[in-house]
């Protein structure tokens, strides 16, 4: 019996060996770091990929608002408020404008339309709307303002929009006629002050180079028949200064006083201007 524990030692030694090198054996594919730093790529790749979109939209954002400044008009504020991309009006809106009465009705049917114009016009060269000459007169006036606003701020702005797109020769050219003209060739000119029996009337002018491009009525008579008169004679008044380019124009039947005051004012306008 003695004899016989020496080998049973060395069975057990050897025994206990090779299940030390199994157990070496079985933990080397766990402890691979290959493994596990390939199970952890993937998900940052698909992360870095998702930075790239969110990164393009914020550069297509062009986009500027420009808000005119108020204009004051016989029955309340008018102020227009404009959203350019590029150079070009994409959006135009009254921020303010006449209410109370009939105004109410006369804003709802006149701002829309003035919206409309002057997104179509790309400028302050639209036509009143009748029956609404004074809520007009107002909007052109801040529509004017935000245009210039626009023009004095963005030429950073368009060159910048350009350059993101990479095509700053084909976008900025069409662009600068576009802003530059209407400052650079049509004035504004307003008449004096022309008294009449039914009230003050006033007239002023926009003209590009010596040519008449629009007229319009800052003053006229109101109140009673006379608003009824107004809105009917004004708008015929206005289109004939622009047909006829001087003061030489026809009297409107029934509104031979406000007719007479607008032609005062007219030749008054078109001496200051020069012409």
């Not at 952890?40 to 500027?64: D, K, L, Y």
């Not at 809106?93 to 114009?117: H, M, R, W, Y």
């Not at 210039?148 to 950073?156: E, L, R, T």
């Given at each position: 019996?003695?004899?016989?524990?020496?080998?049973?030692?060395?069975?057990?030694?050897?025994?206990?060996?090779?299940?030390?090198?199994?157990?070496l054996?079985?933990?080397?594919?766990?402890?691979d770091?290959?493994?596990?730093?390939?199970?952890?790529?993937?998900?940052?790749?698909?992360?870095?990929?998702?930075?790239?979109?969110?990164?393009?939209?914020?550069?297509?954002?062009?986009?500027?608002?420009?808000?005119?400044?108020?204009?004051?008009?016989?029955?309340?504020?008018?102020?227009?408020?404009?959203?350019?991309?590029?150079?070009r009006?994409?959006?135009?809106?009254?921020?303010?404008?006449?209410?109370?009465?009939?105004?109410?009705?006369?804003?709802?049917?006149?701002?829309?339309?003035?919206?409309?114009?002057?997104?179509?016009?790309?400028?302050?060269?639209i036509?009143?709307?009748?029956?609404?000459?004074?809520?007009?007169?107002?909007?052109?006036?801040?529509?004017?303002?935000?245009?210039?606003?626009?023009?004095?701020?963005?030429?950073?702005?368009?060159s910048?929009?350009?350059g993101?797109?990479?095509?700053?020769?084909?976008?900025?050219?069409?662009?600068?006629?576009?802003?530059?003209?209407?400052?650079?060739?049509?004035?504004?000119?307003?008449?004096?002050?022309?008294?009449?029996?039914?009230?003050?009337?006033?007239?002023?002018?926009?003209?590009?180079?010596?040519?008449?491009?629009?007229?319009?009525?800052?003053?006229?008579?109101?109140?009673?028949?006379?608003?009824?008169?107004?809105?009917?004679?004004?708008?015929?008044?206005?289109?004939?200064?622009?047909?006829?380019?001087?003061?030489?124009?026809?009297?409107?039947?029934?509104?031979?006083?406000?007719?007479?005051?607008?032609?005062?004012?007219?030749?008054?306008?078109?001496?200051?201007?020069?012409?």
């Open positions: 019996m003695k004899k016989s524990h020496p080998i049973r030692r060395a069975m057990l030694a050897t025994a206990a060996t090779v299940s030390g090198v199994v157990l054996l079985s933990l080397k594919p766990a402890s770091p290959a493994a596990a730093s390939a199970a952890g790529g993937a998900p940052q790749q698909t992360a870095a990929g998702q930075e790239s979109p969110q990164g393009g939209s914020a550069s297509r954002t062009g986009a500027q608002t420009v808000t005119g400044d108020v204009a004051q008009t016989q029955y309340g504020p008018v102020q227009v408020r404009l959203t350019l991309s590029g150079g009006i994409t959006k135009a809106e009254a921020v303010q404008a006449p209410k109370g009465g009939t105004s109410d009705q006369k804003t709802a049917a006149s701002i829309p339309k003035l919206n409309q114009e002057a997104v179509a016009a790309q400028n302050a060269e036509d009143a709307v009748s029956g609404a000459t004074y809520t007009s007169g107002g909007y052109k006036q801040s529509l004017q303002s935000a245009l210039d606003k626009a023009k004095a701020a963005g030429g950073s702005g368009t910048g929009s350009a993101s797109a990479g095509s700053s020769g084909s976008s900025s050219s069409p662009q600068a006629p576009a802003t530059q003209a209407p400052a650079t060739q049509a004035r504004t000119v307003t008449g004096n002050v022309a008294q009449t029996q039914y009230g003050p009337v006033q007239v002023r002018l926009t003209l590009t180079g010596d040519k008449i491009t629009k007229a319009e009525a800052v003053q006229a008579p109101s109140g009673g028949t006379s608003s009824q008169k107004t809105a009917l004679a004004i708008p015929k008044l206005n289109q004939e200064a622009v047909a006829a380019g001087s003061a030489a124009i026809d009297t409107v039947s029934g509104a031979t006083y406000t007719s007479g005051g607008y032609k005062q004012s007219l030749q008054s306008a078109l001496d200051k201007a020069g012409g």
